[in-house]
């Protein structure tokens, strides 16, 4: 079974380029979402504790099966501990036998940042040149490197009520063509913005975007509501806003939209990506991307980097399944008075 590190990762994006990488990404992401009733779908399994919430994300078609462990504890950085930690696997469902399994820390920033930017690929405004950052956590970088790909970003504004948090990603940022505006709330930080990507991470409703700081049309990739109970946009303001969800049956718990009616109904993103219907600010107005995250785009980033570590000789091979040359003997394994006779 191979196996990929955080090491194996990043050997992997220094030999692909972040650039290629994600364009690539975002091609498989695209090919996927676009066979949407290919796959066995079903919203996450979520345990949620006190302090946050422990998810496991499946999903299947007829060849592979993916899942992701993931969970999302927002006090976690006061005490040094990544917010969201994640691994994952991918199986081989003719046999089930497992072929991958891999952190998915790194690779979750990756997929949400590569959906994000291709959501708004297609109900953005193509010309759009300035970018509006709300939270600048561990999740926006990738999302500036993800919508460079896209578009010729030559502002971003940002905010974040953490000051560290700002100078991280300052200092992060500098070796990229960006004129970079620090601002002093979420008011002033999207003045201007085609694009805003909102991605705080308290597991609270919250108001982060209102009607009222919206003055012309833009697209708002909400990234940070994805569990009950914890939102980032104002409820007029996505009541009088076009929305897109991943998987509706999943955001309508998760979501946004969480905050409207049960009976509400939206564009799915599959439906956009195969032209069943066509979303985009110049026709609707304001649109709303409501990015939950979805199993789908975990199956994409596992398929995509396990044909990458293959292809590239990353990646370690560990004995996590036995290999016997009679598989009706595992007992011979833990015998005393017998070798294992594997293969």
Known sequence: MLVLQISDIGKILKQVGYKTFFQELMQTLESDFKDWDKFDKSPRLATHVKDGVIELMPVSNEELYSFKYVNGHPKNPKSNKFTVMATGQLSQVKTGEPLLFSEMTILTALRTAATSALAAKYLAHPKAEVLAFIGTGAQSEFQYLAFSQIFNIK????????????????????????????????????????????????????????????????????????????????????????????????????????????????????????????????????????????????????????GLAKKLNVGTHLELIPNLEDVKNLYSLIDDKKEGHQK
Do not use: W
Request: some cysteine; proline content about 2%.
């Open 155 to 306: 502002t971003l504004r940002y905010y974040d009520i953490d000051d560290n948090a700002m100078k991280k990603f300052a200092t992060n940022m500098q070796k990229f063509d960006v004129q970079l505006v620090p601002c002093n709330s979420a008011k002033e930080a999207v003045l201007g913005a085609q694009l805003i990507t909102t991605m705080t991470a308290d597991k609270r409703n919250q108001t982060i975007l209102t009607k009222d700081m919206i003055t012309q049309p833009v697209f708002i990739n909400g990234v940070g509501g994805d569990c009950p109970g914890k939102t980032e946009l104002e409820k007029e303001l996505v009541e009088s806003s076009t929305v897109v969800v991943e998987f509706l049956e999943q955001s309508k718990i998760e979501g946004e939209i969480q905050q409207l009616r049960d009976d509400y109904v939206c564009t799915e993103l599959h439906e956009v990506f195969n032209k069943q219907k066509t979303i985009n600010v110049q026709t609707h107005g304001t649109v709303i991307y409501d990015s939950v995250g979805f199993a789908l785009e975990d199956y994409s980033v596992l398929r995509y980097v396990y």
